[in-house]
């Protein structure tokens, strides 16, 4: 098992920035790729950016340019620096974990879930 624990959340202005942290614990792997989704009030879960292979990134549209994953896997944690926010960027954030595949993108590909932690851009 694997537990993924958030943090980092908050409150922030319209541009402001935030950088999210994901602990991981239990029979955590390098090899497995780490990703953050958010789901706002009332909508489904989205895909946000992923991390997997190493340095290898991917990013949905709305975040491309603004926000970055990284890893440092001497700690067992994954990181979202999250720039220019805008009020849309405000959500739930959750950090998860795929034994494989390569680019997860769809929270189908994820085995493993944290708490998330809340995101809020006020205008």
């Known amino acids: 098992q694997v537990q993924l624990v958030e943090s980092g959340g908050g409150l922030v202005q319209a541009g402001g920035s935030l950088r999210l942290s994901c602990a991981a614990s239990?029979?955590?792997?390098?090899?497995?790729?780490m990703g953050w989704f958010r789901q706002a009030p009332g909508k489904e879960r989205n895909f946000v950016a992923v991390n997997w292979n190493g340095d290898n990134t991917y990013y949905a549209d709305s975040v491309k340019g603004r926000f970055t994953i990284s890893r440092d896997n001497t700690k067992n944690t994954v990181y979202l620096q999250m720039n220019s926010l805008k009020p849309e960027d405000t959500a739930v954030y959750y950090c998860?974990?795929?034994?494989?595949?390569?680019?997860?993108?769809?929270?189908?590909?994820?085995?493993?879930w944290g708490q998330g932690t809340q995101v809020t851009v006020s205008s």
């Open positions: 239990g029979r955590t792997s390098s090899n497995y790729a």
């Open positions: 998860a974990a795929a034994r494989g595949g390569l680019r997860p993108i769809y929270g189908y590909e994820y085995d493993y």
